[in-house]
């Protein structure tokens, strides 16, 4: 089943059993579905368009609680973290510090990085790699970490 199909599904699911929240995120989503077809100029997308589009969403609402909790709101930014949690079912499951080290590693490895210079090429290749499952923010401090120790040698 594709990520489209199970977000149809999955909408339809929460319209029979009258689950508002649910479906006004799922509806929102298909909407920005569409959005990306038209922007594409195809007539189906991929699951990595798909996936592209639920990343934006969820760094959204990320964002916009972030900004609500700071303005008092804590309302709104309970009701985005609720949204944020129901977006975040359609992610991959993230890679565990392990897995994204040793992406990390190979990336080093094959670009024959040595220094924070090389840091933008790393990312890079790790964030292409990890194809979504890993937090930039996360990938980030690893690489400064290792590459800052490749640079102390």
């Known amino acids: 089943m594709s990520q489209i199909q199970r977000i149809e599904e999955d909408f339809r699911r929460a319209l029979k059993a009258g689950d508002r929240e649910t479906v006004s995120v799922l509806r929102m989503l298909k909407s920005a579905l569409i959005n990306k077809k038209i922007e594409k100029k195809r007539e189906e997308l991929t699951d990595n368009d798909v996936f592209e589009v639920i ?26 973290r609720k949204e944020l949690e129901i977006l975040e079912n359609y992610l991959p499951k993230p890679l565990r510090d392990n897995e994204l080290q040793g992406l ?19 990312m890079k290749q790790v964030l292409g790699n990890a194809k979504g499952r890993a937090d930039g923010k996360r990938t980030s401090e690893m690489v400064r970490k290792i590459l800052g120790k490749a640079e102390s040698n």
């Not at 990343?55 to 985005?80: C, F, I, N, P, Q």
């Not at 590693?105 to 790393?122: F, N, P, R, W, Y």
């Open 55 to 80: 990343l934006h969403e969820v760094k959204m609402r990320k964002e916009a609680s972030l900004e609500y909790a700071k303005g008092g709101r804590d309302d709104k930014a309970t009701e985005e």
């Open 104 to 122: 990390v590693d190979k990336a080093v490895k094959e670009l024959k990085a040595q220094s924070l210079k090389d840091m933008g090429k790393v």
